[in-house]
């Protein structure tokens, strides 16, 4: 496709409930991100992929989260026994290549979590 | 991760000059200063990206004076469709990629 692609784009989920937000990256992107976003703020940093590997999961904020990218392209963000406090837009970036440097970072448009 | 400054709000009138000043003071060697910008409800998009001295590009340029400890994005003659968040970021290699800290941004108000 011609962006990162994001689904659901909305998600209602009850307190307790496990949920799962998809991520399809530009292809051919070999990095690929995850960003939670609070209302108001900026997005902050949950996860790195490169192609299979989870290079960082430093940003996840509990063990309820959980992300992966079996293949080296689509990557699925599980949360489970969502609490209220997940209630956020989760955000999908992918950039062309592992190598360092300056790369640019392409966003999809966020799915966003309302835990009730 | 070098942390960002920048103001919270910003009101411009169409037509105008808009200068965003963005203070990094502990940025790193082989730090980029990169600007994004987001709309309501979609991802953050890229504007630009420099390293040192001056970036131009068809939307905006940015300043980075000689000690890169703050860098000005300036969006010439902005107009209504401009009115959004714009975050400034200083990035770090991340294994063989960046990571990007993003700050609470500057919400640029363009009004008629």
């Known amino acids: 496709g011609a962006g990162v692609s994001q689904s659901p784009r909305y998600k209602v989920a009850k307190r307790g409930q496990d949920v799962a937000l998809r991520c399809d990256p530009i292809s051919g992107h070999v990095s690929l991100f995850w960003y939670q976003q609070a209302l108001g703020q900026g997005p902050e940093f949950l996860t790195y992929f490169q192609n299979e590997a989870q290079l960082d999961k430093s940003g996840l904020p509990s063990d309820r989260f959980f992300a992966e990218r079996p293949e080296g392209s689509v990557s699925t963000l599980k949360i489970q026994r969502t609490q209220q406090e997940d209630s956020a837009v989760y955000l999908c970036?992918?950039?062309?290549?592992?190598?360092?440097?300056?790369?640019?970072?392409?966003f999809g448009p966020g799915t966003r979590l309302l835990v009730l | 991760l070098a942390k960002t400054t920048q103001p919270i709000s910003m009101d411009s009138y169409e037509g105008q000059e808009v200068n965003i000043t963005c203070s990094h003071n502990?940025?790193?060697?082989?730090?980029?200063i990169t600007w994004y910008q987001q709309f309501p409800s979609q991802g953050p998009r890229f504007i630009i990206q420099?390293?040192?001295t001056k970036v131009t590009n068809e939307v905006a340029s940015l300043f980075i004076p000689a000690d890169r400890k703050s860098s000005t994005l300036s969006l010439p003659r902005v107009s209504l469709s401009d009115t959004a968040v714009y975050y400034c970021?200083?990035?770090?290699?991340?294994?063989?990629?960046?990571?990007?800290?993003f700050g609470s941004g500057t919400q640029l108000t363009v009004l008629p």
């Open positions: 970021l200083v990035g770090e290699p991340l294994g063989s990629a960046r990571q990007l800290t």
């Open positions: 420099g390293y040192k």
């Open positions: 970036a992918s950039s062309l290549a592992g190598l360092a440097g300056e790369e640019t970072q392409y």
């Open positions: 502990n940025i790193a060697t082989n730090d980029y």
